[in-house]
């Protein structure tokens, strides 16, 4: 798939740990603001469904902030026939995301890279119910359906978090508590992982849901 990666280093100290809308609405206001040269970024005034955007990784408190490291950064995927629009729009730009100032520089632009096995560190799908008991299986047939709808063969699993439990998460938005699950995808055809990251899962893929990489990066970053 035609699709390519921008990252861009990121000039700040916190983030709130669940930033994902707002993160959002910053890149949302900024392509508004800027319509007249980057209207073609938009659909009805929102930013095109083929984009993915990352939430940002850091440094948790477990009190609701993330501390920013040399790790940290703002990652979007999107075509590549818009990607020197992006690239041009979001560079030297100044983030304020509920108080806490980023600002975005020394953008690089990369490949997805083909992995047997991808993790997401939030999918989410709307289910009639969120039983306690009963959402996991609901939600792994979600995350099946939707490999099948694109027509990839392979495996999903829920992850685990740092105490060994499932790892259920979760994104604020509207003052709504969205429910989801850290999902592990393994057996993919190199094809398949290249499709899945492009395309990635289930809702709220703007907002950093449904972001999927390879478990090496981790590894790497460690």
């Not at 730009?93 to 991808?118: C, K």
């Not at 592990?184 to 709220?204: A, F, T």
């Amino acid at each position: 798939m035609n699709y390519l990666e921008i990252q861009y280093k990121l000039v700040g100290k916190t983030l709130p740990a669940d930033h994902g809308y707002a993160l959002y609405s910053a890149t949302k206001k900024l392509v508004l603001d800027r319509q007249d040269s980057y209207g073609e970024l938009l659909i009805d005034r929102s930013l095109s469904p083929e984009i993915l955007i990352s939430s940002i990784p850091g440094v948790s408190d477990r009190d609701g902030t993330i501390y920013l490291d040399r790790h940290s950064r703002f990652r979007l995927r999107c075509p590549s026939d818009s990607v020197q629009l992006w690239y041009r729009l979001l560079q030297e730009q100044v983030f304020d995301i509920q108080g806490h100032l980023i600002r975005l520089v020394q953008p690089q632009l990369t490949l997805p890279e083909p992995s047997e096995s991808l993790k997401s560190r939030l999918v989410t799908f709307k289910l009639k119910e969120w039983n306690q008991s009963e959402a996991p299986t609901q939600f792994l047939i979600s995350c099946q359906r939707a490999l099948d709808k694109l027509e990839i063969e392979a495996k999903p699993f829920i992850d685990s978090d740092y105490r060994g439990d499932l790892a259920k998460r979760s994104l604020y938005i509207h003052g709504k508590h969205v429910m989801g699950y850290g999902i592990v995808i393994e057996g993919l055809k190199p094809e398949d992982s290249i499709k899945l990251q492009c395309l990635g899962m289930g809702g709220r893929k703007h907002f950093g849901c449904g972001w999927f990489y390879p478990p090496q990066e981790l590894a790497n970053a460690a």
